[in-house]
């Protein structure tokens, strides 16, 4: 099956699909990212093109990591809007690629690039299959299905359709997130004002922010303050409920790590085949 996760930066796709893009490669299904900006906003000292450079060669790395193609197109970060051409692109884009499932964002998130990559894929949904739209790359004969990444807004409140085990990736997680030294060490860090360690090894461990056990409960996981592992420790935590009801108790209730997804209903119905594939 053909998976694309459409983004607004590249690490969006990275950080909220990545435990996931890895099961499905490893599992011989093609993975595709799509990140809508090219990254020039994610930095406080380097200039826009700068950083824009380093952030390709971060991407690059992580797309070799993961066994996938990886396309950044050139839209400034802050500046997408769901307009005409950008739609018209990424109807294009899409039919070339044909996937059965998409990822992106909902469109109730506080980023405008976040919420105008949702509102794109959204807009474009039905169009894949109009033949008479961009007519000059054939259409789709079938929709995919459309999911959105788990978010913390509540206006309306994300709901879990679709929650992944990811516990056997997430080592592959969290070299994600080392490769991306620009976000992850540098920027994110700033914007948070934290302080990150020197040394490789002690950002290392500095990323998984606290040493989650089987004995760990959820509300010490919920009552973390900081770190890049605990995120998806808390998307377990949060989604405990589904877990249990998807995996059964004895799995559910000791899976450490998740990545959940909720159903668009602009595309179509997840079927019994796809949730096998995910799950
Ligand atoms: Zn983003």
Request: charged share 30%; with cysteine.
């Amino acid at each position: 099956m053909k998976f694309l996760m459409i983004g607004a930066h590249q690490d969006d796709n990275e950080f909220e699909c990545g435990g996931l893009a890895s099961k499905l490669i490893k599992n011989g299904h093609t993975v595709q990212f799509l990140s809508m900006c090219n990254g020039c906003g994610g930095h406080h000292i380097l200039k826009p093109e700068e950083i824009t450079a380093v952030r390709a060669k971060e991407s690059a790395k992580v797309a070799e990591l993961l066994g996938i193609t990886y396309d950044v197109w050139d839209i400034d970060d802050c500046n997408l809007v769901a307009d005409l051409p950008t739609r018209k692109r990424l109807i294009r884009y899409i039919r070339k690629f044909s996937p059965d499932v998409i990822i992106t964002h909902r469109t109730n998130d506080y980023m405008p690039d976040h919420r105008a990559t949702g509102q794109l894929v959204v807009d474009a949904s039905y169009l894949l299959t109009v033949p008479n739209e961009c007519y000059d790359v054939p259409e789709m004969r079938f929709m995919p299905v459309i999911m959105c990444s788990a978010d913390k807004f509540t206006n309306p409140k994300f709901r879990a359709d679709v929650v992944v085990d990811v516990d056997s990736e997430i080592d592959v997680k969290l070299q994600i997130a080392n490769i991306n030294v620009s976000q992850v060490y540098e920027w994110l860090p700033y914007t948070y004002g934290e302080t990150v360690p020197e040394k490789d090894d002690e950002r290392f461990e500095w990323l998984k922010g606290m040493n989650i056990t089987q004995n760990t409960t959820d509300e010490e996981v919920m009552s973390a303050k900081r770190g890049y592992a605990v995120q998806f420790a808390k998307t377990a935590a949060r989604f405990r409920g589904e877990l249990i009801e998807r995996y059964g108790f004895e799995k559910g209730s000791k899976i450490r790590y998740a990545e959940a997804y909720e159903v668009c209903e602009y595309g179509t119905e997840l079927t019994d085949e796809i949730k096998s594939v995910m799950f």
